[in-house]
């Protein structure tokens, strides 16, 4: 036997490609996907039809145009999607920074497919929900205990809805003191993430958006300039997408407080600061976290998750309402929270993301928590200082600094080769991972943000950097094997000509499709 | 143990450390730290317990889930906004697939099953509802319903919202949150003993000042709103929209508001295939039809086909990218983020399961169940099995008025012969004393409600 | 928009391709994949280490030299192994003759996934047991039905498990009549399952192998001539692997009973005749079932299974014990066979497979069930007469008769191009399809077995025909594609050379690898 | 409702059922079943219950299992050839898996994952069992064995084999079945108060006709063989192969066989990541040297690794498949067919998730609990808390003779504590009276451990 050489630096990959037709082509009249469970005979016998109850008018004439299949032939289309798509427990998911994607520990998907979690109503009597409601208690003060807040709200399902629960607060706390009128700007920062200055116009607010200084930083002589008695609060991530964090934070919080603003810190992605240093210090007055970020919980192809909401004692009345609460004896559900901004999301939140999240705490305790965020900040200053070694890629700003995160550069490739962060992105799923660019606006010239969290080994971000090296090689030697990327994916580049913003070709559907081709509509 | 290396964190090993500190040029980890000042560094452990071992946390969290009883377990006759439906297998399997659990935010390319997967949900939904456009998923119904009237307000330049009063009272927290300040709610009477709208009301309140009229279909309180039609017509003359929240599963037998004037349908997905998860099954969606000023003002991401470089082969994308908070920040419509894409997938599967035959069965296996159990109620002494007389689908209050008992207590006695008894009205709904809001599906068998009619039987004669 | 002309007849198709790593090459001296729970501390201090009891030389020296890998690279080499694998999840899975490939339904997944089978003792007491021993005895009462047998035991955990059961059955009842030594051979049919001949040959029988006339079917006459004073039994499928039915199947059985042997019928694959024919009414003493066929039980790379074997009452003593029975009150288990030819399998076999094939059994009920068998036939005639008008592929034997499979030929291509049915075999695969030869020895050349079963639509069975019939094509007009095959798959072709077969070359494990490939032994 | 089609049969459609007879060219279905004789039809119904919807069988199957107690349930000392033990949650993502769960026999091409799997299991357990070829699971302990013996008879040309007379009463079932009538079968005595195998009867028993001496080690009564060595030297002595039987999920801590001079070794391995599933996660093994004449024994598959003509690829493929039944039917190596390839699969996921120093650590874990388990019973009155005087690994014999209790009445109380009690072991052996075989391992808290002593306490003093 020879030994068999494998030399390649990069994955030898394909991903799976099933040029699945659209469901409703998979359509063949009389076929059934399922049988529903029909009343009882008895039933049928007592009251008839049942539909005929239907008020004229309210009795839906044809039936719904949906495709008739077989469960087979649903079930392998299904499953076929899934293969094309790109899970995070099928790569080295560092691509996506900011977005804090780690290992999704096996054993807690086991937890929440228990019926004793997936079969609870949420009205259901407390007596019958205490251990759900221990979770969530729990939860609440292994989360105290991480930030320095006094109180948890699991309600918000989303870091955008946890940063638009704390508007409402923000909101809601200026009225409680008569200045709602006055207090109507809301600071931000540009490298912070959109939904921060976007939930803070939802709620109604003028919003400031301060700039960096030269080195990355936010810049305090701006937010001085910025604040005034309209000011109802400020929202900033620190560290930003830049990976940056600012060691002045107690003085911005100071300087927002003294003029009369609340303070509110985006930890979605806290994942390089877990046990090191908190929201309260940093002198904040309400934060949240994502549970499927730093926590965990997995993204499920964007939610259901949770932002969990953290208010100091004082806030603790404008919460959405109920919160988790021990009498010592039982646990139960406290709705009696007199400034409460009402609810931002039906019954209790997502409950699963909750238990997950309460588990990968319990798996790591507090040394754990510790060794992952400076896991997650070493690998990521490993990168970092891999990465500068690239032809044509930079990290601008401030040298050093970063923690879990950086925002990186192909300015000088792009200039160079032509060679876009747009193209990278697609050459990169050629070696089967994935690579995001960055938020808008591109105040850093062609972006990346990379975050490898704790999860991944040296080996595997080896692998990354090579194909990031390999990249670069092609850009300068032959950049249209870049440009014209992908060839190992799904599919081919998009022919988008303006498919996506031209009203007359955008299909949104089956069925808008249908129409704008001229076909027949109906199945 | 403190340095064993724990198997969520490869790198924890220190040799590896070693090697990539010596790749950066520090020589520690906590030097990394070294831009946190000092006196924002924690002093003390976390007061969190230790660690636990798989094992020992499965032991823990079972041993906590035991605590709980659930709706499988007990017969359950709580709706109210979450709803025990059938769940069928394949629904599960497949959001269960790890490769669609663990995704996120890829491109086309990557995630090209994740993006077919929300374009046929989207067109699956459209064809239920019977409008062009569905977006992906929002948080829930309630939030759906918020930004569908923060649409209206921005397609008719008008702030006033005329909400129908039986709108779900836990949806109306929502809405209101969401629209304030922005929006000026004002609330439309509705008849007593129908639940219906009351159209002189409604006629009373509408201006030329008025955004949307909103109203659900069933209602929180069940009853099918039969006046659609008349509604639309009111909106029409004082060019308001007409903004609709419906029970999707529902559509089989139900008429879509799109076929009754609605110009935008909102509601919730939780009912086509998620289990309900103490809530944690929610999800909204948002169906309009195919104007450009419809699709401008969506805040949500809505994929649309493509076609790519290689004949044959479909291709997704986002549509009109540029309307969203993700390239606008605060100058785009409202704000969009994680939301309930994995349900939204779960829903599709759902619909291409059912197909038209099986969403009109279910329908009217709903409707056969609830109205026999409506039916035998009545024979109780002292109990209005329907305290509403306008049909309903699968909710119906029971008027419990007249067995001198409560709601409360009824609910607890019920508990012992195992059922949840249906969501408690008095405080959310007065006028109808000591009512409550039960809910029957096509999970129920009859057994099942014979067992209910039979303790019920029992609690009031006692 | 214009719409997307999808104008292919084949599938476009590429398999995931990873191209992972030998397990052991991931090993990092240091990672760990999972904690186990360590003994309580105070256990621990009352008896030490616990291993120091372990007697002189047989504690282990050096632990075993397997990889150090954490727990996300670990998940993530298998699950991308699981992509690499093209269950029938996943494809029109009839490319596989005689095994009965059919849809798995989802719902019985979830039912064995239930901790109250998951975690069962088979030695629990049976008051704690009860739900199980009731499923497994309503199988049985099915399975008579089904078959006209009288008892059931579901102890063999495969079909050549079942066969080598009955095989033992039929050694022990001739012992039982003084008859052991004398009746030494098993007469069977060459179309048969390979398993046949070999567990009888295992249980020590002269194994008798019938061939079929020219028509196919087996032949009397041959029959007529093996039996004797020796025969100890026949055993036979029917049909075999052609998919012919034998009619004369009750005199055959006929004449073997004259000749005091057992009649056994291998029913592995009985699904053309659910509820259209049984065993009992054949003249045949015992047959099994493969609940992993037949009863929708997954194949599982390969098993867990079980071959469900039933007898008629005179036989019932010389079952493996304990087998299920009822007495008015509730289940037990029946130790009390006093011919028992004593166990083939562990405890009571494969719990899993029992409660997935009564699951199946009650959703189709009797109707669905003829129903299955009916459509299976229908399927499989359709396939049959489309593809005897591919060029090249004949259906060997006599016209019709058919039941759920066909054994075809591709005699006439290879003559005429050179392609053999294993190129066509790899060829297969890179239209997403899987394709089986045939059993050996290849009586009929160039063979290949389809089987259709009633799980795939009239659409799925078009495809794969189309993929047969594109390959034909290129077998006549370039048959280097075909040779040449695959390109869409995970891995090329094998450079097999006799890597396979050469003591020296052939490597079982990696150890064996590194220390041919002359590589370090230990990671 | 006979003519709606069912979900798991599209063809049910009349109109494509239609088609499709006309392209075959008959009129109906039951034409095609022309060649079955019209005696042989079935004439009535089978007797069998109306088919159930999804959701009504998963009541049906969910009742039924219900009544079932697990072992996660109560607290289990049940052992005795099935082991409850720690499955890390990875272990059941991975054969959960709907690619491996409905793969069967797919070619080294579209099924490299499960070639590639099944070869790093046979990689794996090489390891732990310190041996060059491993091969595709078999069904169990029992039957590898038995084919370990067979293949040793064909090695050796002997028929003679000497089993330990401690050898599990239920496995020995299973190997003179298989065995016989082919192969002789002699018991070798064991000491009583140790259990180790009687060395005179061996010596004694042993010939130059004897093919291999086979015994188990941990043995079924729990302790450890410790004379392995001399067991082997006189094997060799005779020229007899020696095989041996081994719990794999005990060779962290203990020395594997082949150390001691194990020709063949075999074993279960339903310890290493299988649930016990009532018996459903068995799955046999054998191993050997590398050796042309072992592997041509072997009947079952086994996998090597292989170039293909892409640099860089690793191929897999059967080796000597000639040899298996597949190939030569009654000429081959006993017999092959579907056996536990999915259990192989989970196995090589359990051991590259434990790893080394998992193995070592969870055999040290599962000592410590026994020996401390065995040390507390000690204390009760009447109790042995281990009847052999032998170092055991997991499992041990409890003697309760002194207590004037049976094992049978000791089980039915200890039952009503929520405790499943060691195996009765008073017909297997009835040397030790009544005696139960008890198992401890690493899932066993000292809690669990406790409440077993505190209620056999009652027990005995009662
Ligand atoms: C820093 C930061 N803030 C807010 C968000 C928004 O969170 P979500 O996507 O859950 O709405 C994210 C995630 O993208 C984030 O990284
Ligand atoms: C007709 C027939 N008999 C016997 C067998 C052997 O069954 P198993 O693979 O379960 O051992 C099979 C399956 O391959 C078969 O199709």
Known sequence: ?523 | MKNKVHPYIPNMVPEVKEDMLKEIGVPSVMELYSCIPEELHLKNEMNIPKALTEYELRRHIEGLLNKNVSADEYINFLGAGCWQHFVPAVCDEVNQRSEFLTAYAGEPYEDHGRYQALFEYQSLLAELVDMDVVNVPTFDWGQAAATSLRMAARLTGRKKILLASTVAPERMKIIVNYGSPELDFDFVDFEKDTGLLDMKDLKAKISDETAAIYFENPSYLGFIESQGAEISEVARENEALLVVGVDPISLGVLAPPSQYGADIVCGDLQPLGMHMNYSGGQAGFIATRDEEKFINEYPSRLFGIVPTVKEGEYGFGDVAYDRTSFALREKGKESVGTQTALWGITAGVYLSLLGPNGMYELGQAIMQNSQYAVKQLNKLPGVKGSRLTSPFFKEFIIDFNDTGLSVETINKKLLDQKIFGGKDLSKEFPEYGQSALYCVTEVHTKDDIDHLITSLQEIVTN
Request: proline share 6%.
């Open chain 1, 1 to 523: 036997m020879e030994r068999i050489q494998r030399k390649n630096k990069v994955r030898d990959f394909h991903q799976a490609k099933w040029n699945e037709p659209i469901i409703f082509e998979l359509h063949q009249k009389g076929e059934r996907g399922v049988d529903i469970p029909l009343s009882d005979q008895a039933v049928a016998a007592e009251v008839g039809n049942g539909v005929s109850a239907i008020p004229e008018g309210m009795l839906r004439k044809e039936k719904p145009n949906l495709p008739e299949i077989g469960q087979a032939r649903v079930l392998r289309h299904y499953v076929r999607l899934s293969q094309e798509t790109l899970g995070s427990d099928f790569n080295v998911e560092i691509g996506q920074g900011t977005c804090t994607m780690k290992y999704i520990p096996k054993i807690n998907e086991l937890l929440v497919r228990n019926p004793k979690i997936m079969e609870l109503h949420p009205l259901q009597d407390e007596s019958t929900v205490q251990g759900m409601l221990e979770i969530i208690y729990n939860l609440d003060v292994c989360m105290r205990e991480i930030s320095g807040m006094d109180h948890f709200s699991f309600q918000p399902s989303g870091g955008t809805q946890a940063l638009f629960a704390m508007a409402s607060i923000a909101r809601k706390y200026h009225e409680s003191r008569g200045e709602a009128e006055q207090r109507n700007e809301i600071i931000t920062t540009i490298f912070s993430h959109p939904s921060q200055a976007a939930t803070a116009a939802v709620k109604g607010f003028k919003v400031i958006t301060l700039h960096p200084d030269e080195e990355g930083f936010p810049d305090i002589e701006k937010l001085k300039a910025a604040v005034s008695e309209r000011t109802a609060g400020f929202v900033v991530a620190n560290p930003e997408d830049t990976g940056i964090y600012n060691p002045r934070i107690k003085e911005f919080t100071d300087i927002v407080h003294q003029a009369g603003g609340l303070c509110y810190y985006d930890q979605a992605n806290a994942n390089g600061l877990l046990g090191i240093t908190r929201a309260r210090e940093a002198g904040f007055d309400m934060c949240f976290f994502n549970l499927h970020k730093t926590f965990a919980a997995p993204h499920m192809c964007g939610g259901p998750a949770t932002g969990a909401l953290g208010v100091v004692e004082e806030l603790k009345e404008f919460l959405p309402a109920p919160i988790v609460e021990f009498d010592g004896e039982k646990y139960y559900l406290n709705e009696d929270l007199p400034q409460s901004i009402g609810k931002v999301r039906a019954f209790h939140g997502v409950a699963q993301t909750v238990l997950r999240s309460y588990a990968w705490i319990r798996a790591l305790g507090p040394d754990g928590l510790k060794e992952v965020a400076q896991t997650a900040v070493l690998n990521n200053n490993y990168l970092y200082s891999k990465i500068q070694k690239i032809r044509g890629a930079s990290a601008p700003y401030v040298k050093g600094q970063r923690l879990e995160q950086v925002r990186y550069s192909w300015e000088q490739m792009a200039q160079e080769t032509g060679v876009t962060t747009e193209d990278v992105q697609r050459r990169m799923t050629d070696f089967g991972l994935h690579y995001w660019t960055s938020h808008h606006p591109y105040i850093v010239p062609q972006p990346f943000t990379l975050e490898p969290t704790e999860s991944y080994s040296k080996a595997d971000l080896d692998e990354y950097i090579a194909a990031l090296e390999q990249i670069s090689e092609e850009a300068y030697e032959n950049p249209e094997i870049v440009q014209d990327a992908p060839y190992n994916s799904t599919i081919h580049k998009l022919d988008e000509q303006d498919f996506l913003d031209h009203p007359e070709k955008w299909c949104i559907t089956w069925r808008a499709y249908q129409k704008k081709t001229k076909q027949p509509e109906r199945i």
